[in-house]
């Protein structure tokens, strides 16, 4: 469903100054001014400064894009929201909140883009079970804003984002549909390292109170009885992307990985492997081959349903940062699967330009990335 009425979805009360309407082709030179006036040309996803790019994904059926107006000057667009959709696994991406610099602090806007997403929701009912985004930390406002039309902290991305030329570490929110938990497996398999993880997340939401919870102890493959081959092929994609895949010569596994150069993040990770021992040698090798590359946050996923997997993970050092609940789709028992987060990062985290909600905070302690009071 492509989205582009013009109707306004909010009218402003007498007092107020915004309006929010949906996004249209026409508004598509604007949207490009707000990324460039909010981030003064420091933004590193290129996509979302290029109006072909933009004008694709505001009509393709993928997107909802929402444009907040002055209404005191002529309907100037102020700000813009959007969100994307993954309709495989029924769950939406929401790409940020912005208003440009000259109309920040007015109020209003938050409101507006609270109803946005209820719209958002609405128009995609029956397509999409959650919404998640990342949310800056650089202030509490963001997260403030989230958490006040529904969305909740499940992890936190040390060092991920690059926002003016600086390390930021944004955290991972997400609202659920209550029709999510009817598809969700509720076999949990976890091994020791990720219970307070997985606990800090469960009292968040009550429908994970009746999980079927296992934690495993398990051992991480010794290193591999004789060195492996891995092949490495770079796909080189526009705006910036390279698509890395290793390969095992011997069995044909492989995991594949994109690189933005812009800020030397790596992530969209997607592992092809039957045997958790040939995953632990060949993210050993994507470690040391992209940390070589200058590459400063990589990020991969395990499902909370194979143990052995994320003991892979944590034996070639990556740290767990999220547990997201019911996130992706399971083709072979059509049930929506656990995923636990896993990351590594150069940069340390700048703790005096990072603030957390009271929720945020409890899940950044748990997680250790947080000073204990």
Known sequence: MAITKNAA??????????????????????????????????????????ALYLSKDMTGGHSGWYVVEDATREKEIAGCVSATIDGVHGRA????????PGWQGRGGASRLFGEAFQDFLKCNAGKVRMVWSETRSDGVKPQAVCETIGLQPIGILPSKDVF????????????????????RDTKVRIVPELVPLYEQVKS?????????????ETTAPSKARCKAIVDIEPYEKKYGYTTYVFTCDKTGESIS????RQCMNAEGMEIHCTKAATAQVLLAFLLGYLQAKGVQYIEGHAPGTKPALQEAFLAVGMKPCAYLPAWELEAQSGLHVDHVVFAWHKQPIDLT?????????ALARVLGIWPIM
């Not at 991406?93 to 440009?100: F, L, Q």
């Not at 330009?353 to 905070?361: C, G, I, Q, R, Y």
């Open 257 to 260: 990985i994109n690189v933005n």
């Open 204 to 216: 968040m939401h009550r429908p994970m109170r009746k999980d079927d919870v296992q934690v495993i």
């Open 164 to 183: 003016f030329n600086r390390r930021e570490t944004p955290v991972l929110m997400a609202v659920y549909a209550s029709s999510a938990w009817a598809t």
């Open 353 to 361: 330009a990072t603030s957390f909600t009271p929720k945020s905070e």
């Open 9 to 50: 979805i909010a009218a402003p009360p007498a007092q107020d100054w915004a309006m929010l309407r949906h996004a249209q082709p026409g508004d598509v030179a604007a949207i490009q001014n707000i990324y460039q006036e909010v981030y003064r040309g420091t933004y590193t996803y290129q996509e979302y400064t290029d």
């Open 93 to 100: 991406y929401s790409r940020g909140m912005m208003v440009r």
